[in-house]
């Protein structure tokens, strides 16, 4: 259970800060570092396990028929990201607890940053592709919420809602990447997946599989075409920035890359499309970081550009090429997240992060000068650095490669020029800022270091990149081994971690790298006039746009399909049924089927005559709404009749009751409208509807004949066969309600209470003028509760209540059952309304229909989980037979107690409906007519 409790500790730990920060913000942060602290001790004790090159798994079983379980896995990779979430997680709390403002809420940015904590930690430890994909979606989720975490900003909300939609839309692809990859396994188990790349590529789906999993990657990973909205994202805070965009959410993408290389990578289309891909954007970031003059805007470009050379290198699938990928991704992390949090304090210490302004930084902040200047030549791959030694290794595989044929050189040729521009952002980046002249028209001036506090993350971060380039081997190699052999899903290469490989060509292109950068850096102001001409496109903009004109399209169909008319809808919906049981009927040679037809006797034929005739009279005098309802109630009642001829007395019982609760609730809602509907509808619009119904009325008949004239077999006769034998009942419809299909019964009362609940909350305080008179000038009559309905009613409510009881108890083994005998109550109790009054029953009878239904369903779900107290499935019933002298033998069900939730749901939902109907009218009487 260790690796649930890592993951789950952020989530548990995101409840704390909220609660915390009342007490002071030093404690507020203590509180949020106690989770990723707990984590990361516990993550360390395992190291040594992970470093022999075991896998730690946890198998949790959750949905095994859709292949999903809490599922999780720690190996190197897993060990390694896991390690950077926590650390570096930690780390930015620290800083944060320094950058945020007092005014702005430090509890809620830190539940936000421990729940996006959390689902990177479910992403990277995820055993289960399902599940790796539920956590991957949370990680969408939570960064829209840091993203946006100043929600009073245009260009928070903006950028917010640009990396959502761009890294959701590539999580839909990657839903159904995994969906494929899972279908040509067999399985969205990790283990069996890695093993099965042969059968994978071996297979028709895997390049539409592969392309899938790559939209989903390249969108989370800022790739081209969709860097665009990395530099977007920068409207959040510093931490968000330092903390998503260098260690975790964008490396989740090249994460899945190397999860899935031993499963993907082998072929030529994944080199193509990984390589180039990767190739372009190292370009593309690179050269556009150099002119931006937003410090933050010239990481978030370098950042593109370094994850292009993170997905470069796995796409020029090699093993060497895979272990350069994992170390990049190391040394990344680090002097990009202390390059972040550097930018923070000097944007925080000056109010700016325009480098046209912000200069001659080392008079006033020399300690953050040298920890920024440190971590800039880091990512410029200046030797005894870390970045040096990732990027000579990048260097010498663009030099192996040869799939591009004779144009192979142009793979080490644009790396080259990438490094280039590297050199020349990182010099731009110390030299703008902390020499360049004076600063003009700071905010804030004179600047001054931060907090001591606030410079110790930058310092561990650049410290690491010295350590790491100076002594990698007695360093990073354990963890660079540990995790490069679990993304091969095999042995290691030979590689070398020295700082010195002798005079070659990877050492050559880092000396024109160098040069070439610190030319480039002081050609510079060309470069920057060429850049000003050429055309400015936001992407904001551009962004905006577009999902502006998505709505517009999406506004006119809507207003073509959904105007507010009900017949417009019904129309639609008709038409489509006509089409599609019009294809399913067109095949068919002939539409008699090779079953005998039933014979027809005289009283079912006079049933059907009438229940046709009820049907058409009630569509001919459909305006006349009273006269139309009663005729509509002789089709339920004939409905009825039918269902008992058939032969299921459940069914008949079941509409009577559900017939007479309709007809009362409709009469309730009639008494408040106008007795007739106006003629709306023109000629054409009536010859519509006429052929829709008519079309459809037929195929509908011509369908039920020829399903009802072919042998089919269902599963009926499974329920037939084990109704007895395991629910205890011989009344089928019941043991399927209350056990084989308890769960859809369970949800179904919910619903209905749910309903119940919403129709009072709607209701309550609203009344409405009662009518004085019939539209033709009757008056009403003035005794409101005539004697011999009051009499009859009272009579009839205990017999009524009997009868409830004894259709509830026979339920299991005859008709019946709790929601017939809800029906049957809640039928009797309106009566005792409609003839008393609702003053008078309430007198007499306090019951609170709330609390009636919330314990019916109470009682439903804990018969469920009484079930799993026992072991057994949710919801599996029990029963059995014991025997009393004087009663004899009988049978006892724990559905009895299921049942019993479902009666006291239906008679509290349908009161709280059809009571608080009544209601309506305790207005006084209107001195006008209403119609």
């Known amino acids: 259970m260790l690796l649930a409790l890592i993951v789950a500790l952020p989530f548990l730990g995101a409840l704390l800060p909220p609660l915390a920060e009342r007490h002071g913000r030093t404690l507020c942060a203590a509180v949020a570092a106690l989770a990723p602290l707990a984590g990361l001790i516990l993550l360390l004790t395992q190291a040594g396990v992970v470093f022999s090159g075991a896998t730690l798994k946890l198998m949790l079983p959750w949905l095994p ?284 210490e000056t109010g700016s992060r325009d480098m046209r302004l912000v200069n001659g930084m080392w008079k006033y902040l020399p300690h953050t000068a040298v920890l920024a200047m440190v971590a800039s030549l880091a990512m410029a791959g200046v030797p005894l650095l870390n970045g040096f030694l990732s990027k000579e290794m990048f260097f010498g595989e663009t030099l192996q490669q040869h799939l591009l044929g004779s144009f192979s050189w142009v793979v080490p040729a644009t790396a080259t020029l990438a490094g280039v521009f590297s050199v020349a952002y990182s010099l731009r980046f110390v030299h703008d800022v902390f020499f360049n002249g004076e600063p003009v028209a700071l905010p804030k001036f004179p600047p001054h270091e931060p907090p001591r506090y606030m410079k110790v993350p930058v310092e561990i971060l650049v410290f690491l990149c010295l350590l790491v380039g100076m002594l990698p081997g007695y360093t990073v190699a354990p963890l660079l081994a540990a995790a490069a052999s679990a993304s091969l899903g095999g042995e290691l290469p030979e590689y070398s971690l020295s700082i010195w490989h002798g005079f070659n060509l990877p050492l050559a292109m880092s000396v024109v790298a160098l040069v070439g950068g610190v030319l480039v850096y002081v050609l510079r102001q060309p470069l920057f006039r060429w850049y000003v001409g050429l055309p400015d496109i936001d992407a904001k903009l551009v962004f905006e746009r577009q999902v502006q004109r998505v709505v517009a399209v999406a506004s006119w169909v809507t207003e073509r399909l959904e105007n507010g008319s009900l017949q417009r809808y019904l129309a639609w919906l008709l038409g489509s049924a006509l089409l599609l049981v019009a294809a399913a009927l067109a095949p068919l040679e002939q539409l008699t089927g090779s079953r005998s037809l039933t014979t027809v006797d005289g009283i079912t034929g006079l049933g059907l005559v009438m229940l046709g005739a009820s049907g058409v009279i009630t569509a001919i005098y459909h305006r006349q709404r009273l006269t139309a309802l009663l005729i509509l109630s002789v089709a339920g009642l004939l409905v009825a009749l039918t269902f008992a001829r058939f032969s299921a007395p459940d069914l008949a019982l079941t509409q009577l009751v559900v017939e007479v609760v309709t007809i009362v609730l409709l009469m309730l809602a009639l008494y408040y409208l106008p007795s007739r509907t106006p003629e709306e509808s023109s000629s054409l619009r009536g010859l519509r509807d006429f052929v829709l119904a008519g079309g459809v009325g037929v195929m509908v008949a011509l369908l039920a004949f020829a399903v009802l004239t072919r042998p089919y077999s269902g599963i009926a006769d499974f329920f037939l066969a084990n109704s007895l034998s395991g629910g205890g009942g011989t009344n089928v419809v019941n043991v399927i309600l209350v056990d084989f299909r308890g769960f859809d019964t369970l949800g179904e009362i919910t619903v209905l209470a749910i309903a119940g609940v919403g129709i009072y909350a709607m209701l309550s305080g609203f009344q409405l003028q009662n009518p004085t008179c019939d539209p033709l000038g009757r008056n009403w009559a003035h005794a409101k509760h005539p004697l011999i309905l009051e009499t009859l009613s009272r009579l009839l409510l205990p017999l009524a209540l009997l009868i409830s009881v004894f259709i509830f108890l026979r339920g299991h083994n005859q008709p019946g059952g709790g929601f017939i005998a809800g029906l049957i109550t809640s039928v009797a109790l309106i009566l005792q309304y409609i003839a008393s009054g609702v003053a008078w029953v309430e007198q007499r009878r306090p019951l609170n229909y709330q609390r009636m239904a919330g314990a019916g369903i109470t009682v439903a779900g804990l018969t469920g989980l009484g079930s799993w107290y026992f072991g057994r499935p949710f919801l599996t019933s029990a029963f059995g037979h014991f025997e009393l002298s004087l009663v004899g033998e009988f049978e006892l069900a724990t559905a009895m107690l299921f049942d019993l939730g479902v009666y006291l749901t239906v008679v509290g939902a349908t009161q709280l409906i059809l009571v608080n109907l009544g209601r309506l009218s305790l207005a006084p009487a209107a001195s006008e007519d209403i119609h």
């Open 65 to 348: 028929g859709f292949g999903l379980g809490f599922n999780l896995r720690l190996d190197g990779l897993g060990f390694l990201f896991a390690l950077l979430i926590l650390g570096i997680g930690l780390l930015v709390i620290l800083y944060a607890r320094y950058y945020l403002s007092k005014q702005e809420p430090m509890g809620r940015f830190f539940a936000f940053l421990l729940l996006f904590m959390g689902a990177m930690l479910g992403v990277v430890l995820s055993e289960n592709l399902l599940l790796m994909l539920v956590f991957w979606e949370l990680t969408s989720l939570s960064s829209f919420l840091l993203i946006g975490f100043w929600g009073q900003r245009s260009d928070a909300r903006k950028g917010a809602r640009m990396a959502l939609a761009v890294t959701g839309g590539g999580g839909l692809a990657l839903l159904a990447g995994i969906l494929l990859i899972g279908q040509i396994v067999g399985s969205y188990e990790l283990t069996e997946v890695l093993a099965s790349g042969e059968l994978i590529r071996a297979h028709a789906f895997y390049p539409v599989a592969l392309m899938l999993v790559l939209l989903g990657v390249f969108t989370k990973s800022a790739q081209f075409p969709f860097h665009f909205w990395l530099p977007h994202a920068m409207a959040a805070p510093t931490p968000v920035s330092a903390y998503l965009h260098s260690a975790t959410m964008v490396k989740a993408g090249v994460f899945l890359l190397a999860r899935l290389y031993p499963a993907l990578a082998g072929s030529d289309l994944w080199f193509y499309f990984v390589s180039l891909t990767g190739l372009a954007t190292l370009l593309i970031g690179a050269g556009m970081a150099l002119f931006q003059h937003d410090l933050k805007g010239l990481l978030a470009y370098s950042t593109i550009s370094h994850l292009g050379l993170i997905t470069l290198l796995f796409g020029l699938d090699s093993q060497l090429s895979n272990v350069a990928a994992v170390f990049h991704i190391i040394n990344h992390a680090t002097f990009k997240a202390s390059l972040f949090m550097a930018a923070g304090i000097i944007d925080h």
